[in-house]
């Protein structure tokens, strides 16, 4: 893998990730959020941590692209970008979401819908990741 291709997908994985979670939290969810605003930090307090966001989202990005060039097979990508993604979302957003809902006083159906929003966003990251990053003789 190429050091260019590597640094493409991070970068891509990067904006991804975080257009991805900008549509899920802050446009799609946020009637939920308001809802139940005493489970939540304030806006102000929320933007004065959000370059810790900002770094979480690139470490995840870059960890996402190291592990999967390091299993990436001589396959379509598109499968197993999707493979990926999959497998990307049961490791985080599942196991994330349930522990969140055991953990605090919030409605279930806001972690399900953390599940599925963030669950679509591994996916298409899985996919952005595979088409950079396959290897040339898949391509």
Same mark, same amino acid.
């Given at each position: 893998?190429?050091?260019?291709?590597?640094?493409?997908?991070?970068?891509?994985?990067?904006?991804?990730?975080?257009?991805?979670?900008?549509?899920?939290?802050?446009?799609? %969810?946020?009637?939920?959020?308001?809802?139940?605003?005493? =489970?939540?930090?304030?806006?102000?307090?929320?933007?004065?941590?959000?370059?810790?966001?900002? =770094?979480?989202?690139?470490?995840?990005?870059?960890?996402?692209? %190291?592990?999967?060039?390091?299993?990436?097979?001589?396959?379509?990508?598109?499968?197993?970008?999707?493979?990926?993604?999959? +497998?990307?979302? +049961?490791?985080?957003t599942v196991y994330?979401?349930?522990?969140?809902?055991?953990?605090?006083?919030?409605?279930?159906? =806001?972690?399900?819908?953390?599940?599925?929003?963030?669950?679509?966003?591994?996916?298409? =990251?899985?996919?952005?990741?595979?088409?950079?990053?396959?290897?040339?003789?898949?391509?």
């Amino acid at each position: 893998m190429s050091t260019g291709k590597t640094i493409g997908a991070m970068v891509a994985g990067f904006a991804v990730q975080s257009a991805g979670m900008y549509l899920v939290h802050d446009v799609w %969810l946020m009637p939920e959020y308001r809802a139940t605003a005493s =489970l939540w930090r304030t806006p102000d307090a929320i933007n004065h941590n959000m370059w810790a966001m900002i =770094l979480a989202n690139a470490i995840f990005a870059i960890a996402a692209v %190291l592990i999967y060039i390091h299993g990436v097979e001589q396959k379509s990508w598109i499968g197993q970008g999707i493979r990926f993604g999959i +497998l990307l979302a +049961l490791v985080t957003t599942v196991y994330g979401s349930v522990m969140s809902w055991v953990t605090m006083p919030m409605p279930h159906i =806001l972690a399900v819908h953390w599940i599925i929003g963030e669950g679509i966003v591994c996916i298409v =990251l899985g996919l952005v990741i595979a088409i950079i990053a396959q290897p040339k003789a898949a391509a």
